[in-house]
């Protein structure tokens, strides 16, 4: 069997046996996974893997390290938690010792990832640290700095494990290099551990005479955790001097540090510093300094902090609550309404159960009951839950009851237009349905890049939107930074029409009546979730399908006169909006796209190091402009 024919020799071999007369070929299952694996067919690759399983035969050692290098070769949110279950399965199951180099390998795709991501995988680490020893193979120095790592970004830090490690790297000759010791100084900032922190500080100056700014934030933190904040500032004004710059890092800490700790005057004049050096991201420190105004009782300071947010930072939902809160409870409702009413307008800011609570106990408070019944309706309708305080709800009780209809209907849940067509333009751009054959429910899941700025902004969007159709779980969060990357609809029958429509069988597809669904808001969020705007302000869509769906994106946009170009990658097809073309695009969807994200998606603009670019050329290579079987004589796809 040629490694080039595997594809159909996977399907004979699945063919083979729904037939009655299969026997289970071990030595021939073993071949084709194996061929698969190499071929990076990881899905594929598996299927077989546990065949051999269900058969209670154990995979040969060959096809646990292919599977498991194929799953570290591929993309997906899952591919590093199934190689490491294979991994696992290796060594327990099969009783085999990997190869050195696959320890290695394995090892190093879990640091691949960002901290919040890795220090899940500290386990792990530590039980390939503990293959490696056992099996006599040579630990490499990232070994030991990979494991430091991890445990230096643990919610509670194990300082024993992290000196025996440290023990471990002197006894085998191995020196600490500066990432190893700024990763104790994490862990010593989250352990208040001071002496050893000033121990692996004069090490680090020993290594390197002017250490990473992080490493100062560190020794910031530390004397913030046994309460001598001032010394956290001499630490800074010593980076500053020291290094001849400030990072954005350090202004966060020591102003998150003065914070909490109630010095207003430092904290105000940092600030000012902070904005007057013209660096971005000011809204950590904003929502700082205006929770130790509300601690202090300074209301006014407050206000006017609020202010000077609001004329150089983006919408942010937790400062205008924080302002919201000021307002019901020095009683200006007035202005607390026209703070919420703004909120709610503003797609980039929105309103969630904090917002409504507060401003519901503003209603109640001034006997506004007919305006609070109406925010009591909108929480039922979102799932939020209503806490205000016991005599305020016994009183939005009285009220509830005397209403005409006593009885309360719970309210059906049913999408909106809008969130149709919302939905539309997401299982565009790749968002998955997860279903459930028996009921014939399916459920959405959405999934957002973690290093794309676009869908860090983007998410908080689409978790208020679709709120009231989340889990319990996800529906918790209140928050843009406690919102996660991925989070998933209830299982629901509203939702099997787009089951049938983009994901029948389990795999994505474009409808055939797609044409008559792409509306400007559907466009506008298919961009804004599978969407790029290149270094040269050109727009891409990204989309899985046939070249027969793709045909009909095609002529769809061009009867709207949205002329484009389509290349295939893989199995991903991109939607080239160029030059004219990408403009008229962008003039299209401009009224759907969310106001912080238009600076980012605006096409003809200039990359500032913070856009998605994806490198396609349309004009080299083979064009699906051919193989998607579009070659109408006035087609637009070529310019």
């Excluded at 120095?141 to 990979?146: E, K, N, S, V, W």
């Excluded at 910031?220 to 710059?245: C, D, H």
């Excluded at 609070?372 to 009851?401: F, G, P, T």
Aim: net charge neutral; aromatic share 10%; charged share 25%.
């Amino acid at each position: 069997m040629c490694v080039c024919e595997n594809e159909a020799a996977f399907r004979v071999y699945k063919w083979m046996m729904q037939q009655h007369w299969f026997r289970f070929d071990f030595a021939l299952a073993t071949k084709l996974a194996d061929y698969l694996g190499k071929e990076r067919k990881h899905l594929k690759c598996r299927e077989i893997f546990d065949d051999i399983i269900n058969q209670g035969r154990v995979p040969c050692e060959s096809t646990f390290h292919i599977l498991i290098i194929a799953y570290l070769s591929s993309s997906g949110p899952s591919v590093l938690d199934e190689a490491c279950n294979i991994y696992n399965r290796m060594v327990h199951l099969g009783g085999y010792k990997p190869r050195l180099n696959l320890h290695n390998s394995l090892f190093k795709a879990l640091l691949g990832k960002t901290s919040n991501e890795s220090k899940q995988f500290l386990k792990q680490a530590e039980f390939i640290y503990q293959n490696l020893t056992s099996s006599g193979l040579e630990i490499h120095r990232d070994i030991f700095g990979g494991l430091i790592w991890l445990h230096s970004y643990q919610d509670v830090v194990d300082m024993e494990r992290i000196a025996a490690l440290r023990a471990e790297m002197r006894s085998r000759g191995i020196k600490e290099s500066k990432e190893v010791l700024v990763s104790v100084l994490r862990a010593c900032s989250k352990d208040g551990n001071v002496e050893e922190a000033e121990r692996t500080w004069s090490k680090l100056l020993s290594i390197d005479g002017s250490p990473p700014s992080q490493a100062f934030v560190y020794r910031m933190e530390v004397y913030a955790k046994i309460g001598e904040p001032t010394k956290s500032l001499k630490v800074f004004r010593r980076m500053q001097e020291q290094l001849g710059s400030t990072s954005v890092a350090a202004y966060h800490k020591i102003i998150k540090v003065l914070s909490k700790y109630q010095k207003l005057d430092l904290a105000d004049s940092i600030m000012s510093e902070f904005i007057n050096s013209g660096m971005k991201q000011l809204v950590p420190s904003f929502i700082d300094l205006m929770k130790m105004y509300s601690v202090a009782g300074l209301h006014e300071k407050l206000e006017s902090t609020f202010l000077r947010y609001h004329e150089v930072c983006h919408p942010n939902l937790t400062v205008f609550n924080i302002y919201l809160d000021l307002l019901v409870n020095t009683g200006n409702l007035s202005l607390a309404e026209e703070i919420f009413h703004e909120m709610r307008g503003n797609v980039a800011i929105g309103v969630d159960s904090r917002a409504c609570n507060s401003i519901l106990r503003g209603y109640m408070t001034s006997a506004e009951y007919v305006k609070a019944v109406k925010i009591y309706n909108l929480m039922r309708q979102k799932k939020y839950d209503v806490e205000i305080e016991s005599s305020l709800m016994e009183r939005l009780d009285y009220v509830l009851s005397l209403r005409e209809k006593v009885v309360e209907k719970p309210i059906r849940l049913k999408l909106t237009a809008e969130q149709r067509e919302i939905l539309t333009g997401l299982l565009l751009g790749g968002v998955q349905i997860r279903s459930n054959g028996e009921r014939r429910l399916h459920a959405i899941h959405y999934e957002f890049d973690e290093e794309s700025r676009i869908h860090s902004i983007f998410k908080r969007h689409i978790h208020d939107e679709f709120h009231e159709w989340l889990g319990s779980r996800d529906m918790m969060v209140d928050s843009t930074a406690g919102i996660p990357s991925s989070f998933t609809t209830i299982s629901h029958s509203d939702f099997t029409f787009y089951a049938d429509q983009f994901w029948p069988n389990g795999r994505p597809c474009i409808p055939k009546l797609i044409h008559r669904w792409l509306s400007p808001r559907v466009l506008a969020y298919w961009y804004m979730y599978g969407g790029y705007r290149t270094s040269s302000g050109d727009i891409l869509l990204r989309v899985k399908g046939s070249s027969e769906g793709v045909v009909s994106i095609l002529k769809a946009l061009k009867a709207k006169s949205l002329h484009c170009r389509v290349k295939k990658r893989g199995r991903v097809f991109w939607i080239g909006f160029l030059g004219d073309n990408a403009t008229f695009f962008w003039k299209v969807v401009e009224p759907f796209i969310l106001d912080e994200l238009k600076g980012l998606l605006k096409a003809g603009g200039d990359s500032n190091g913070s856009l998605e670019t994806q490198c396609i050329n349309f004009d080299s290579g083979e064009s699906d402009e051919k193989n998607s079987g579009y070659s109408e004589p006035d087609t637009s796809l070529s310019d």
